[in-house]
């Protein structure tokens, strides 16, 4: 069993036609797994829908809280990727032992259709939690990066090795 915890960030954003502004209602995960005909067990909990921007110490020390106290030893949390690194570096350091945690996100909102990442970032993540050790990833663009190596390049809007000096 894959426990998955949805933060929100732009995997779960909604588009208003109308004033062009994104928004959230309710996470597109379970429609996801349905739709990539995933025989995988899941269990999705939402925890929150926040653009990662917005995302306080406090959200991700529940975060850290909730993925200590999952029963399962497999764990995804879909997040905004502004700050998925510094969510990524909280569950480090929170002393979380024998669990394997990979967070993930998107660029475009999977409510854009076939242009989203969101899809293929989801389905990434899920392989890699089943086979990586226990740690703590960012999984991004078909790679998984370790927790403390990973930055998102501003001006490309992909995920690379950060090279510690």
């Known amino acids: 069993m894959i426990q998955v915890f949805v933060t929100g960030g732009t995997f779960d954003k909604e588009y208003n036609f109308i004033t062009g502004e ?3 209602k309710e996470t597109h995960l379970n429609g996801m797994f349905d739709r990539g005909r995933c025989t995988l ?5 939402t925890l929150m829908m926040v653009d990662s921007l917005e995302m306080t110490d406090e959200d991700r020390d529940m ?3 909730n993925c200590k106290r999952s029963k399962f030893d497999k764990i995804i949390v879909t997040h905004g990727t502004d700050t998925i690194s510094e ?4 569950l480090a350091n929170a002393g979380i032992k024998d669990k394997t945690i990979v967070l993930t996100g998107a660029m475009i909102p999977y409510a854009f ?4 990442d969101g899809f293929f970032n989801l389905g990434s993540s ?5 086979v990586l050790p226990a ?4 999984c991004m663009n078909g790679r998984y990066f370790d927790w403390d190596k990973v930055k998102k390049n501003k001006k ?5 090795e950060k090279h510690i000096v």
């Open 22 to 24: 994104l928004y959230f």
């Open 41 to 45: 067990d899941v269990e999705v909990r």
């Open 63 to 65: 975060i850290a809280h």
């Open 87 to 90: 969510t990524a570096s909280c």
């Open 113 to 116: 259709g076939t242009s989203s």
């Open 126 to 130: 899920l392989a890699f939690a089943q």
């Open 135 to 138: 740690g703590v990833y960012v």
């Open 156 to 160: 490309t809007g992909f995920f690379e």
